[in-house]
């Protein structure tokens, strides 16, 4: 090799070297960025049902306080005890889906982490441990969706034997 080739050769490699930093830094980046945006969002959709739900709650029971003696030892009370069931249980589910959406984000991250980088391109290279580590999120991050949609399920069908309630006090208010 002559002197400008091996000039040339080192030139390259170089470029090589800057652009497999600048891959590098990009998936650490997006990493980061992910994490951010993903957290927030999760957050959000897991509170609405909680909140919603816990409110029902407390509607129900200043409803059936105010409408014991309509409610009480009547076919009102199984729509009062569904309601709360129904309630209840989308509270729990919300307070179970945070949990598995956090196992979701902390496999992604290890999954990322398990990442390959190299000085050749492909500059970030995906590993056998990382696409089981991201089958694994995935898994969680499935569940942790359908968890918050049967939250929200149940919030609705409380939601229904709450309206039952009133319609029931509605047409049986004793005079």
């Given at each position: 090799m002559t002197t400008s080739e091996n000039d040339e050769r080192r030139q390259q490699m170089e470029w090589l070297r800057g652009d497999a930093h600048i891959a590098h830094e990009a998936h650490?980046?997006?990493l980061s960025e992910h994490m951010g945006v993903v957290g927030t969002f999760s957050n959000s959709a897991m509170r609405a049902p909680a909140i919603?739900?816990?409110g029902g709650i407390a509607a129900l029971l200043g409803f059936f306080s105010a409408?014991?003696?309509a409610i009480a030892g009547t076919a009102?009370?199984?729509f009062f005890n569904e309601a709360l069931i129904?309630?209840?249980s989308s509270v729990l589910l919300t307070v179970l889906a945070p949990g598995l959406a956090y196992f979701s984000q902390l496999s992604f991250l290890w999954s990322i982490g398990k990442d390959e980088l190299h000085w050749e391109r492909p500059f970030v290279?995906?590993?056998g441990a990382?696409?089981?580590?991201?089958?694994v999120g995935s898994a969680f991050q499935i569940l942790a969706i359908v968890i918050v949609l049967a939250s929200i399920a149940l919030l609705v069908g409380g939601g229904w034997k709450f309206l039952s309630l009133?319609?029931?006090?509605s047409e049986n208010t004793p005079h």
């Open positions: 650490r980046k997006t919603a739900a816990a409408n014991y003696r009102g009370q199984t129904l309630f209840g290279r995906e590993t990382s696409k089981r580590l991201y089958y009133a319609h029931f006090v």
